[in-house]
């Protein structure tokens, strides 16, 4: 059973344009919705994240949209650039109750590319 | 401020060998995680250490695999006998507080044949 499913599987995106990257979660319990992006070679990096309080978050060119009663949110990277060419996962964690574990459920990853 | 490390960066073994991962997390945190990805499937949790306690080791696959943190520093993690599913890309993270941004090391790329 997949918690979080993350739509597409990759993306090719000319330079300038708009990448959009969609996830759907089930767990109501989730509460922090980070998106992190994978370079080759590295690790995931926390690139930008969002609680259910807000509805879109926005750093410079990255911006997540939430929508709560769809259970969707999802990642946009306006004047989308090559070096922006990279995997990302979003990704889903509950509520922080005082006990027990705190991990980051993940969806499958979009690899996209910018093509100049 | 050093980031996450992981040792060896790939590892290639037979089936039924024994491998053993290490990571060390950023200085001065407390929880460590480890995680897996499986050739297209999505990161998957394998457990979380508090200092050198085990806090949640849900994720573990099967009893081949052992995780350690010693003195609640570095951590292996010991996949003993290895089978061909194993294989995949083991992460590590860490964090100051369980609440805190979890970082990622470079991970280690395991191949079982």
């Known amino acids: 059973q997949q918690q979080v499913k993350q739509s597409p599987q990759s993306l090719i995106v000319q330079k300038g344009g708009i990448s959009i990257i969609n996830c759907a979660y089930e767990?109501?319990?989730?509460?922090?919705f980070p998106w992190y992006q994978q370079f080759p070679g590295k690790g995931p990096a926390l690139l930008i994240a969002?609680?259910?309080?807000?509805s879109e978050k926005k750093e410079g060119r990255f911006t997540i949209s939430f929508n709560k009663s769809a259970k969707q949110f999802s990642l946009h990277i306006m004047d989308s650039q090559p070096g922006d060419s990279a995997t990302y996962f979003c990704a889903a964690r509950p509520a922080y109750s005082g006990a027990g574990s705190y991990q980051l459920t993940f969806g499958k990853g979009t690899k996209l590319s910018v093509i100049p | 401020e050093a980031g996450v490390t992981q040792f060896p960066s790939h590892s290639v073994i037979e089936k039924g060998q024994t491998v053993t991962l290490r990571c060390d997390p950023i200085?001065?945190?407390?929880?460590l995680y480890w995680y897996r990805r499986v050739m297209g499937k999505e990161i998957k949790f394998l457990l979380h250490f508090v200092k050198e306690s085990k806090q949640d080791e849900s994720g573990m696959p099967n009893n081949r695999f052992l995780a350690e943190r010693t003195g609640g520093t570095y951590s292996t993690l010991k996949v003993q006998p290895a089978e061909l599913e194993d294989s995949g890309v083991y992460f590590c993270a860490s964090s100051q507080d369980v609440v805190d941004t979890q970082y990622f090391g470079p991970g280690t790329r395991l191949t079982v044949l």
């Open positions: 969002i609680r259910p309080d807000v």
């Open positions: 200085s001065g945190h407390d929880n």
């Open positions: 767990n109501t319990a989730f509460d922090y």
